[in-house]
């Protein structure tokens, strides 16, 4: 990324997509929640889904909305993904250690992670070392939707820990 880009974004001149919050994320070894909010949490929160914080693909055919409150580092993150119809999505590898699982909640799936390709349909699930690069592939006709859950290691949280 270069440094001009990530000036826009500082000086909120550009809204970063998903790709280069992920990068911004794994340059300063923070997980990704914590480029979404302002930090401060209160014991119990209810994310209205009218006002989630949700992330598109410069194109537009992927969604990525936080199902946690922004702002905090999270260990664990959770989220509701759209991919449209015979669109797909490239991820970047994440931090050592970084785990994904997901389910598919409407329409079916690929999910390719390294080389190894995994066709998953309506209500499969897959956790999977999400270390290497991997994508989301939807073929159908139909959009889908996908619950994904992301877990990094504790050492994520080294530069964050008091």
Request: charged share 25%; glycine share 6%; net charge negative.
């Amino acid at each position: 990324m270069s440094r001009a880009m990530l000036c826009q974004v500082e000086l909120g001149k550009s809204t970063p997509t998903i790709n280069v919050l992920w990068r911004i994320a794994r340059a300063l070894c923070i997980p990704f929640s914590a480029l979404l909010g302002d930090g401060a949490e209160p014991r119990s929160v209810v994310v209205r889904a009218g006002s989630s914080k949700v992330l598109t693909s410069h194109d537009g055919t992927f969604a990525s909305r936080a199902l946690f409150p922004a702002g905090r580092p999270q260990r664990v993150e959770f989220y509701e993904l759209r991919i449209s119809a015979r669109s797909a999505e490239r991820a970047e590898a994440h931090p050592p250690g970084t785990k994904e699982n997901l389910v598919v909640a409407h329409g079916a799936l690929t999910v390719s992670v390294g080389k190894a390709r995994h066709r998953l349909e309506l209500g499969d699930a897959i956790v999977f070392d999400a270390d290497v690069p991997h994508e989301y592939a939807n073929d159908e006709e139909e959009d889908a939707v996908i619950y994904l859950v992301v877990t990094y290691e504790r050492s994520e949280h080294r530069l964050l820990d008091v």
